[in-house]
């Protein structure tokens, strides 16, 4: 393991160690496969990974305007991991389908007839993506949990399973290809046999109140319930809008983490209930009527939190309502 620039870098197994024991407090419903494009392997020959680590986070905040580098992991050719965005802040990697999403970026050009997967970087992006699922076991384990870039429209964050979709991320030839039917004979299998070779069995289904949204322009996590017990620094605060599972509740502190003593104090949140998408292709609109603008299209079993009712409509984040007709409770 080495720090330098901001990020750590890891060897699988490192990795596996640090991130089982990280504090993540926003809730994650889905991991996203990305390649880089550029840099390739070419690239990666040249230069160190943490030189390429800073000078992508240099083209997303200098070029693309984004707060910070945009994946939370970087794979490369060598199987060596990289961190890069805070695990507690929304990737910007899929336009529409950030919010609830860890981001893995493997570095290369994964298009027929580009570079070529070394067996060290296929081990690490199965064993990282197998790490997310293990420690977030609400997570699917099949194409509603694990996402490619080359699933969504780049316009509109519509989900259409590739149809029509000129990006070809994370590439035509990554595990056997982009598609979906390429995911579930390719990486999903590698995926199973790491975690056991079976899929998770359905979450069991769970009150509205296990859930809050963060009303706060940011919330800081203590390690206790009160103002008496310290912030924890290295969490960082929780931005507006996040979603949290609640484990505990104490004299109006929430407690946010299964295993650690990370607590929020409740007055700065609201409760909203969980729910999946029952119905293809489901519109949400940027307004609770049908006059207003489709913002994005979400599918069959993708979660959202319902965060306010109006005249049968429900208000899914800021300005996105969905139909209560297309959600299903609980």
Known sequence: MQTKHGFTKFNPSEFETWFAAQSISRQINTVQHHHTWSPSHKHAARHDAFTLQKNMKHHHVG?????????????FPDGAVLTGRSLNKSPACIYGANRHALCIESVGNFDTGKDSMTPEQSDAIVRVTAAILRRFTGIPRDEHGVVYHHWYDLSTGERKNGAGV?????????????????????????????????????????????????????????????TDHGKISEHGAIPEGSIMRVHARDSGWLKVANSKEHWVFGRFTAGVERGVINTVDSNCRSGPEMSFPVVSVYQPEQVVYVQERSDGWCRIGSTEWVHGSLITLG
């Not at 070029?63 to 794979?75: A, E, K, L, R, V």
């Open 63 to 75: 070029t693309n305007g984004w707060s910070d580098i945009g994946q939370h992991f970087s794979i």
């Open 166 to 226: 000129t990006k070809s991320c994370p590439g035509t030839a990554y595990f056997g290809g982009n598609k979906v039917a390429d995911f579930r004979t390719g990486l999903l299998p590698k995926l199973l046999a790491s975690l056991g070779g079976a899929p998770a069995p359905a979450p069991a289904l769970v009150p509205q109140t296990d859930y809050v949204v963060v009303t706060a322009s940011a919330l800081n996590v203590r390690k206790g319930p009160s």
